[in-house]
T-cell receptor, first 113, second 111 residues
């Protein structure tokens, strides 16, 4: 069954701790993305990667880091430098052009205590 | 960079009525305009999309229109049903470039 798997679904962390969110896809997609979803603010792009070993900052990259060592995996680390990390995080992937459709994971909800 | 504005932020309609959600974009080079539906507690899913070489596209009860000159695009849902209740996001992108989303419209269909 192909798709995108995010884990964990819920995560709690204390202030000052780094946390890594996992995103794995078996769709053989080249591009992968991380979005942050906050009420009333839509989906904002954190980082994206179009190919293995390459990634670019999105609109709100400060306080986040990523890696793309494998085509299937694009983990996101929320560092202690992120001022307001409590949010819902969505990972997505897409094939090369021309389709452009994003396939989303089920999301990870991070709460900082 | 691209900026996508979406309105209204909330929309309530009676079952059977039509719903229209409007978006504008800033980058005249954008050429792909998808719409995503996110039901409560679920992931966003593509419901319809349009490319810049097309002015209108329909799929059963939903349609999207694009005005490149004005940089406007809209989602039209006819004969709304309770299961249409969700948050709808418009988006814009240039081919393989990053996708920029609007803030979302929460649609409530009242039975």
């Amino acid at each position: 069954d192909g798709g995108i798997t995010q884990s964990p679904k819920y995560l709690f962390r204390k202030e000052g701790q780094n946390v890594t969110l996992s995103c794995e896809q078996n769709l053989n997609h080249d591009a992968m993305y991380w979005y942050r979803q906050d009420p009333g603010q839509g989906l904002r792009l954190i980082y994206y990667s179009q190919i293995v070993n390459d990634f670019q900052k999105g609109d709100i990259a400060e306080g986040y880091s990523v890696s793309r060592e494998k085509k299937e995996s694009f983990p996101l680390t929320v560092t202690s430098a992120q001022k307001n990390p409590t949010a819902f995080y969505l990972c997505a992937s897409s094939i090369s052009p021309p389709t452009g459709e994003l396939f989303f994971g089920e999301g990870s909800r991070l709460t900082v205590l | 960079g691209e900026n996508v504005e979406q309105h209204p932020s909330t929309l309530s309609v009676q079952e059977g009525d039509s719903a229209v959600i409007k978006c504008t974009y800033s980058d005249s080079a954008s050429n792909y305009f998808p719409w995503y539906k996110q039901e409560l507690g679920k992931r966003p899913q593509l419901i319809i999309d349009i490319r810049s070489n097309v002015g209108e596209k329909k799929d059963q009860r939903i349609a999207v229109t694009l005005n490149k000159t004005a940089k406007h695009f809209s989602l039209h849902i006819t004969e709304t049903q309770p299961e249409d209740s969700a948050v709808y996001f418009c988006a814009a992108s240039r081919g393989y470039q990053k996708v920029t989303f609007g803030i979302g419209t929460k649609l409530q269909v009242i039975p």
